[in-house]
């Protein structure tokens, strides 16, 4: 079974479903959030719970092959421009990961830093999400959080 796309129109869509990741999602539970005509396009946010309660995410970019409108220097640009060098954990040529701890503000500054300042791709318009790995409801046993109110 698919994933069913979820839509980023709303104004506090994005932070809604960083926070629903958090909550309900389980280690490795994603949020995808793609562009609508180059899926290769997106960014990850990928949950991690180090002990009962100590949980965040990794956003991952990892640009499609053929998207022309990257130069070679897209990396350097993303982590210098966005200020997130502290929280680089790996880096290629083709690849961004960041420890995102459970900041979702910082995670939307992420994936607004890659679609609308280095992709110029609006979020609202020209992107949706998916959700993998994550729960209806909070079963903390599978999540590792009892509440999360960020």
Not at 21 to 40: F, H, K, M, W
Not at 46 to 52: G, L, S
Not at 106 to 121: G, K, P, Q
Request: charged share 25%.
């Amino acid at each position: 079974m698919r994933p069913a796309p979820q839509e980023l129109s709303a104004t506090e869509a994005v932070p809604a479903m960083l926070r629903y990741l958090l909550s309900n999602g389980i280690d490795g539970g994603e949020l995808r959030i793609q562009a609508r005509t180059q899926p290769s396009t997106r960014v990850v946010f990928r949950k991690y719970i180090r002990a009962p309660g100590k949980i965040g995410f990794f956003g991952i970019f990892e640009p499609s092959i053929n998207d022309t409108r990257l130069d070679a220097n897209w990396c350097a640009q993303l982590t210098r421009a966005s200020n997130f060098a502290g929280a680089l954990t790996s880096e290629t040529p083709n690849r961004v990961q960041l420890d995102l701890g459970d900041d979702v503000g910082r995670a939307e500054e992420f994936v607004t830093s890659v679609f609308e300042n280095l992709l110029h791709t609006s979020i609202k318009r020209d992107c949706v999400a998916y959700f993998e790995g994550v729960l209806i409801s909070n079963v903390p046993r599978l999540t590792g959080v009892d509440t999360f109110t960020k």
